[in-house]
């Protein structure tokens, strides 16, 4: 991306609180591979809330995450008129905070395993995660749940992935 572009990105960015919230308060604004900048903004963020926070108020901030971010979601690809921009991670934040959510307590190893694992899913997006993908493009609130949709699937393909090798030590 590059100056003019970024200016004009950050300047859209700025005109509703939505599209802040959906392109991660910046993060997803970047030219290297923005979902993974924005899933490591939210691993930041969450370690940051976790020293404030105990348990059941994250997993209200994780919970109040989704429909927020679904809404957020919708409003900026309708604002870009794409149906799954890359600028917007908000999808890999919440989901991302899901991940660490049910992982935690687990080492700065342990969380980077994790972190590996949901890039992994949300980039190559093998069977449920490609489904998932793939369900629910388009327009409106159909498309705003699609770009959150295929991150969750991602988490819990994740955290699903963590038990079994958890359970094999």
């Not at 969450?46 to 957020?72: I, K």
Request: charged share 10%; with cysteine.
């Amino acid at each position: 991306m590059s100056f003019p572009a970024a200016r004009q990105a950050s300047l859209f960015m700025r005109t509703h609180p939505a599209h802040v919230l959906a392109m991660g308060f910046g993060s997803g604004l970047s030219p290297w591979a923005p979902g993974t900048v924005g899933t490591l903004w939210a691993w930041a963020a969450y370690l940051l809330m976790a020293y404030w926070l105990d348990t059941t108020q994250l997993a209200w901030v994780v919970a109040v995450s989704l429909p927020v971010g679904w809404w957020a979601c919708t409003v900026t690809a309708d604002h870009m008129q794409v149906n799954d921009p890359s600028a917007i991670v908000w999808d890999e934040v919440a989901a991302f905070w899901l991940v660490l959510l049910v992982w935690t307590p687990a080492s700065l190893g342990g969380q980077f395993v994790a972190f590996v694992l949901f890039r992994l899913f949300d980039a190559l997006k093998p069977g449920p995660v490609g489904w998932a993908d793939q369900a629910f493009h388009g327009q409106g609130w159909r498309g705003g749940f699609g770009i959150m949709f295929d991150d969750v699937v991602a988490a819990f393909c994740t955290l699903l992935t963590l038990a079994l090798w958890q359970v094999t030590q």
